[in-house]
T-cell receptor
Framework: EAGVAQSPRYKIIEKRQSVAFWCNPI?????LYWYQQILGQGPKLLIQ????????DSQLPKDRFSAERLKGVDSTLKIQPAKLEDSAVYLC?????????????FGSGTQLSVL | GQSLEQPSEVTAVEGAIVQINCTYQ??????LSWYQQHDGGAPTFLSY????GLEETGRFSSFLSRSDSYGYLLLQELQMKDSASYFC???????????????FGQGTTLQVKP
């Protein structure tokens, strides 16, 4: 079974530039998550999709971050413009239906450095 | 709001037993999960407890006490490859639906020494 695919693996940009990350979840997984993980901290949920609808985006900085999940499969996360504090690993994860006892499957993440 | 607390670092020697505690505060509660993350790697699922008690999976066990809002991960017969960060996570309720966001603690870095 193929895992969660993310690209790119690494990205270096200057502040105020824009960047986009792509995620392809495990086939059949209805729930998709984007997490931000700053070095030395736990993953912080940015947005959670159930199919192509948003379940939670309460911690997404909507003035600069946006995410979409067209057709309930692939998803993209965009940052525009980037700030220094956005340097982090952006993890995409998926699960079957986002219910209580499900485990999340994580991709390898995109390591973003904002200079 | 939701919060989870766990120790930042734990050190143990090969072959030993180590316990990583987690206390949580959430508006709703489905269960407590544990994830392992090696340096530079992705978090991987270890265990899930929805009911009080101990769940055992090989060398790893996880415990939950809902009345105390407390759980722990127990690692036995430690091996060098167990050196990693361990995160507890809780899924809160989202309204009346069966979905909820999964919130992670700050993580406990386990260093296993020879």
């Amino acid at each position: 079974e193929a895992g969660v695919a993310q690209s790119p693996r690494y990205k270096i940009i200057e502040k105020r530039q824009s960047v986009a990350f792509w995620c392809n979840p495990i086939s059949g997984h209805a729930t998709l998550y984007w997490y931000q993980q700053i070095l030395g901290q736990g993953p912080k949920l940015l947005i959670q999709f159930q199919n192509n609808g948003v379940v939670d985006d309460s911690q997404l900085p909507k003035d600069r971050f946006s995410a979409e999940r067209l057709k309930g499969v692939d998803s993209t996360l965009k940052i525009q413009p980037a700030k220094l504090e956005d340097s982090a690993v952006y993890l995409c994860a998926s699960s079957l239906a986002g219910s209580g006892n499900e485990k999340l499957f994580f991709g390898s993440g995109t390591q973003l450095s904002v200079l | 709001g939701q919060s989870l607390e766990q120790p930042s670092e734990v050190t143990a020697v090969e072959g030993a037993i180590v316990q990583i505690n987690c206390t949580y505060q959430t508006s709703g509660f489905y269960g407590l999960s544990w994830y392992q993350q090696h340096d530079g790697g992705a978090p991987t699922f270890l265990s899930y407890n929805a009911l009080d008690g101990l769940e055992e999976t090989g060398r790893f066990s996880s415990f939950l006490s809902r009345s105390d809002s407390y759980g722990y991960l127990l690692l036995q017969e430690l091996q060098m490859k167990d050196s990693a960060s361990y995160f507890c996570a809780v899924r809160d309720r989202h309204g009346s639906s069966n979905t909820g966001k999964l919130i992670f603690g700050q993580g406990t870095t386990l260093q296993v020494k020879p």
